[in-house]
């Protein structure tokens, strides 16, 4: 154990250092970092390029994040990013407690279909106490209670050509050029890894609007901006190209790693 960890800390230190502290820099604006043609980008993506083969060569794929006990949550989930939604159709569900939300399953799966929260509810659950890191240098312990993706994947069946799972959501987030829906994605191995859930609990409550209401992604081995909030619609594709400006999510979009393991 100890020696792939040495190896691994080496590797992607050595090969990822210089992006990191960029990386590491904040949740806030990255200007130069929209700009497809800029170094810095090209840096970024090399980075991340090694650091996602890394760590699927050298991490068991299904090796569980940390999980802690409840003496260990100090303080509520700090909220972050879009808080509170003002988009029409996020403030309409939330007037009426969330009874109307369906999370839809569409793209490349045999079965689509959607899901109301009692069904989602309804469906065998995982409760994790976890650690989430914000890039902009907080954390936060927190007990997530929620459906397992793995068995919502296999209930509506994948095609042969399906290779990422899409997360889109309710809100609209600023990102330099105007406001665009906040999304996210993962490979299939994150997708069906065991702590992989669709959170609706949030230490022992209904998950507040602030935390992503009414349900949000816990994806436990990748940093805060891989947690999206307020998802409305599950996409299964075999690129994202396509989609937002191309590369994954909306931090991604704007230089992010896209990995972002931790
Ligand atoms: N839809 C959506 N999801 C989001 C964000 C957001 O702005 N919109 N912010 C991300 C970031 S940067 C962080 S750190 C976490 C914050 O989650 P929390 O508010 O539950 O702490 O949500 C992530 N998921
Ligand atoms: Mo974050």
């Known amino acids: 154990m100890s020696k792939i960890m040495l190896t691994r800390r080496k590797l992607l230190v050595t090969g990822a250092a210089g992006a990191s502290s960029l990386v590491l820099g904040g949740c806030d604006t990255f200007d130069f970092l929209s700009q497809n043609d800029s170094a810095a980008r090209a840096v970024l993506e090399k980075a991340n390029d090694l650091t996602y083969?890394?760590?699927?060569?050298?991490?068991?794929?299904?090796?569980?994040a940390t999980e802690y006990s409840e003496t260990e949550i100090r303080q509520g989930q700090r909220p972050n990013g879009s808080t509170d939604p003002q988009t029409n159709e996020y403030l309409t569900l939330k007037d009426n407690g969330?009874?109307?939300y369906r999370l839809s399953v569409t793209g490349l799966v045999e079965r689509p279909r959607n899901y109301s929260l009692s069904e989602l509810r309804n469906m065998p659950s995982r409760t994790q106490i976890t650690r989430h890191d914000c890039v902009e240098g907080w954390s936060c312990?927190?007990?997530?209670?929620?459906t397992p993706l793995s068995r919502i994947?296999?209930?509506?069946?994948?095609?042969?050509n399906a290779r990422f799972v899409v997360f889109h959501c309710y809100d609209k987030y600023d990102d330099n050029a105007g406001a665009v829906p906040y999304y996210e994605s993962c490979d299939l191995v994150d997708?069906?890894?065991?702590?992989?859930?669709?959170?609706y609990g949030l230490n022992g409550e209904s998950l507040p609007v602030a935390n992503g209401a009414p349900i949000r992604v816990r994806i436990e081995r990748a940093l805060g901006y891989k947690q999206p909030k307020y998802v409305h619609t599950i996409e299964l594709v075999d690129s994202f190209a396509h989609?937002?400006?191309?590369?994954?999510g909306f931090w991604e979009d704007l230089g992010y790693d896209w990995y972002a393991g931790i």
């Open 141 to 146: 312990i927190a007990k997530w209670t929620g």
């Open 53 to 64: 083969h890394a760590q699927r060569l050298l991490i068991r794929n299904g090796a569980l």
């Open 98 to 100: 969330f009874a109307d």
């Open 153 to 160: 994947l296999d209930e509506v069946g994948l095609k042969p």
């Open 243 to 248: 989609m937002g400006r191309g590369k994954g």
């Open 191 to 199: 997708a069906r890894h065991p702590q992989t859930i669709l959170a």
